[in-house]
């Protein structure tokens, strides 16, 4: 038997990388004057929400440094920005009281009750009586980032309510909910001992 050796992988031109971005943005109604570099400009500022090192980006990109920081790079000074809010300069450090508390999540069922239905449904793999389903991971990771929303919306409704209490959202059920004025209860006692004096010389 012979076995015929593997294709080698040919170069991909220019013009035919051009017209398939083009094709790509142009579908979902995307105007740009950058076509094949479109991307060189996210994946730096991706990089660079990481903390990646600009020096480090620029050598795997192989630009200059006049480049990476005219075209590509964002003009953001983070660390001063970081440094001018109270935090450290190094980047994904950040603390709020409010988030070591979780509210439960029949809470945020209640809140979107849509999602909180597909969310018990792709638990429990079924889309209706008797038609099981197999959830994707694109499926579970929407569902999981609303739910998210709806507990970090929870949690900053608290203090949101104290500083604006006649907002016309406040009259949504869930306000009225004895889950959530349990969890209110909580969130401000948290909140109360973070600015405790006494509490904050014992953190440094």
């Not at 740009?32 to 994946?43: M, V």
Request: aromatic content about 8%; proline content about 7%.
């Amino acid at each position: 038997m012979k076995i015929k050796p593997p294709r080698q992988a040919q170069k991909w031109s220019y013009p035919s990388h051009r017209e398939s971005i083009g094709k790509a943005l142009s579908s979902p109604g995307i105007r740009s004057n950058k076509k094949t570099h479109i991307n060189c400009g996210s994946l730096t500022r991706m990089a660079g929400n990481m903390c990646a090192n600009v020096d480090q980006i620029r050598r795997q990109g192989r630009w200059n440094y006049t480049t990476i920081k005219g075209a590509y790079h964002t003009n953001l000074p983070r660390e001063l920005v970081r440094s001018m809010a109270g935090f450290p300069t190094y980047g994904r450090f950040f603390y709020l009281a409010r988030a070591a508390l979780n509210p439960l999540t029949s809470l945020c069922k209640k809140l979107i009750p849509a999602i909180g239905e597909w969310h018990d449904r792709l638990a429990a793999k079924d889309l209706s009586p008797g038609v099981p389903i197999q959830p994707t991971v694109d499926e579970n990771a929407f569902v999981q980032v609303i739910m998210m929303f709806g507990k970090t919306f929870i949690q900053d409704s608290v203090l949101m309510m104290e500083l604006h209490p006649c907002y016309p959202i406040r009259q949504h059920s869930i306000f009225s909910d004895p889950a959530y004025l349990s969890f209110r209860r909580n969130i401000l006692q948290i909140e109360a001992l973070e600015h405790d004096p006494a509490h904050t010389l014992l953190q440094q």
